[in-house]
């Protein structure tokens, strides 16, 4: 039974460091089984995923808990940061100096494990979709990513996922989690595979991931709405426990009248049954939000309620035993910007610039002739060289004889071009020195 504590001192509570409380004479392993075991009664796939790290993943009742718990009272004297005494920090106008407009208990003092909640909140609200957990702030998505790893996959969990795949993938799957590797080809024709999809997703006879990641690195494709609906309806069908996990780093940028122009963890976390799925969405401010280096990223699972409140402590638990929690001044300017009235049309006019880009490069392919895989959203296109080329060799020389700098892809025996970083005026000029040393292959 767990047993939630009440606010000694009223004002703040202990769902800020995590949505829930272990029970006072609950050492952390039995907190951990409570929760499993509450988990596999609310959400049976999400705890027949969780490895055995995920399993054993709950929060002590330690010094954040105690902190959040007596955050209200007139002494402070709990997690030990350096302050005036009366809950403001103790700031250096040398560091204070640079972030002027920013809260400083937001942006100088810790924050809770799992995010700020004013941020969740507001992040959640973004997203729209009914029914979910509250974000889990992560520190960028590549940290998203590698906990949703430890939680649900390993040696005995494969990773299905398309190919080409961004590298860092591998890294944390196999690398890091000794996950298998089940891939598949990503294009089918000029369309999303989702026949090798399938095929991958049959050889599982256990709890395994399922990776989707649109817009897509590297090739710059995002699904049709038909292609959407038939990955969806073919997971749905899927008989074992899944995490789909849905790396929606490039989200908004969608160019084409065709893409669907949406992420698919919304139809999924609407339509999925929690007995057999759980689906993870891996975000953030990098891109969206145009803050490469502010490392503020979110994990959000399907599941609302209890089952999405323990599933945001497991991962707040992993998270807290490696970088403790995300830096608090990127979380404060994060949480600004969302309130800022005029983001919408700032983050507009980044997607028309790119949108600009998007088509200067379609036109300039075509007029050279470059053979590509089709895209149409994101940050990259991928040129296909001709056969027998070395893709890195290609590379090399485009650094030597042309100045431009570009990305090897052997897997797709291609080039990855990032057009979100070349002005538009650029674009024709990009594409006449790769066609130079293409056409001399
Ligand atoms: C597909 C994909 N997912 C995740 C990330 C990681 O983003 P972050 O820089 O926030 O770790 C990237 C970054 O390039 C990416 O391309």
Redesign the pocket.
């Known amino acids: 039974m767990i047993v939630a504590l009440g606010d000694r001192c009223g004002a703040a509570r202990y769902a800020d460091v995590v949505d829930s409380a272990p029970a006072p004479l609950q050492s952390p392993s039995e907190r951990a089984q409570a929760l499993t075991a509450e988990l596999a009664l609310l959400a049976p796939a999400a705890a027949a995923l969780l490895s055995p790290l995920g399993r054993r993943a709950a929060l002590p009742l330690g010094i954040p808990q105690q902190s959040a718990e007596a955050a209200g009272c007139e002494r402070q004297a709990t997690i030990g940061q350096i302050t005036t005494g009366a809950g403001r920090p103790l700031t250096l106008p040398a560091i204070a100096s640079h972030f002027v407009d920013l809260d400083p208990r937001q942006a100088f003092l810790y924050a809770p494990t799992a995010g700020l909640r004013a941020l969740r909140e507001a992040w959640g609200a973004r997203l729209d979709a009914p029914g979910v957990s509250l974000p889990v702030v992560t520190a ?4 998203g ?1 590698s906990l949703v790893a430890e939680m649900f996959s390993g040696p005995e969990r494969p990773v299905v996922l398309a190919t080409p795949y ?1 590298d ?1 993938y591998a890294t944390i799957w196999s690398m890091r989690n000794e996950a298998p590797l089940f891939d598949f080809e990503f294009f089918a024709g000029e369309g999303f595979n989702i026949a090798g999809m399938s095929r991958q997703l049959d050889r599982l006879d256990g709890p395994g991931t399922l990776l989707l ?1 649109f817009p ?2 590297p090739t710059g494709y995002s699904p049709t709405r038909a292609e959407a609906e038939a990955i969806v309806e073919r997971i749905l069908r899927h008989p074992h426990p899944l995490c789909v996990l849905c ?1 929606d ?2 989200h908004g940028l969608y160019f084409d009248e065709d893409c669907l122009g949406d992420s698919l963890f919304r139809m999924l976390a609407a339509r999925g049954d929690p007995s057999r799925l759980v689906t993870c969405k ?1 975000d ?1 401010a ?2 969206e939000l145009v803050f ?1 280096g502010g ?1 503020v ?1 979110f994990l959000t699972f399907s599941l609302g309620g209890r089952a999405g409140e323990i599933l945001a402590e497991k991962a707040a638990t992993l998270l807290r035993s490696t970088i403790s929690s995300v830096s608090s001044p990127a979380q404060a300017a994060v949480l600004a910007a969302l309130r800022d009235p005029l983001l919408a049309a700032q983050e507009a006019e980044v997607v028309g610039t790119l949108a600009r880009r998007y088509r200067a490069l379609k036109a300039a392919l075509a007029e050279a002739e470059l053979e590509h895989y089709p895209f149409n959203s994101g940050c990259f296109a991928l040129l296909r060289l001709p056969a027998g080329a070395d893709t890195n060799e290609v590379r090399r020389r485009l650094i030597r004889e042309q100045s431009t700098g570009v990305i090897a892809v052997p897997q797709a025996h291609g080039l990855r071009v990032a057009f979100c970083s070349v002005d538009e005026t650029d674009i024709d000029d990009l594409v006449a020195r790769i066609a130079r040393v293409v056409r001399s292959l």
């Open positions: 960028g998505m590549s940290h990513l961004w860092n990641n897509n690195n790396d780093a490039y891996v953030g990098t891109k490469f490392r990223g």
